[in-house]
Nanobody, 125 residues
């Protein structure tokens, strides 16, 4: 019923920049917290999250280099990444807490936790 579609990953040199986007679609009524997580071989790590008021929170490793923002009208979250380092190399996943309307139109479902398929970011030295 709800899908998150990420875009913007790719390969860059050390010190480069990339912008990730993630759009939520479906019978959406509201989207609460949205965010980005990443996974290299190992644990899943929180990169940045943002609430409906636009208040961000960042992981310690990306503070000062990454900026998260959102467009509530488009149900879209963005991640501007600058001063990228090889250790930023990972699969980046979008996550959102979404409330949506059932197909029958008579029931609200959620908020439920949704994840995108991921977009690869590779930073070479």
């Amino acid at each position: 019923q709800v899908e998150l579609a990420e875009s913007g990953g790719g390969s860059v040199q050390n010190g480069g920049s990339l912008r990730l986007s993630c759009a939520a679609s479906g019978n959406i009524v509201s989207v609460d917290t949205m965010g980005w997580y990443r996974q290299a071989p190992g644990n899943l790590e929180m990169v940045a999250v943002i609430n409906t008021e636009g208040s961000p929170r960042y992981g310690d490793l990306v503070k000062g280099r990454f900026t998260i923002s959102r467009d509530n009208a488009k149900n879209t979250v963005y991640l501007e990444m600058s001063s990228l380092k090889p250790e930023d190399t990972a699969m980046y996943y979008c996550r959102a807490d979404v409330t949506y309307m059932s197909d029958t139109g008579d029931m609200l479902i959620g908020p439920s936790d949704y994840w995108g398929q991921g977009t690869q970011v590779t930073v070479s030295s």
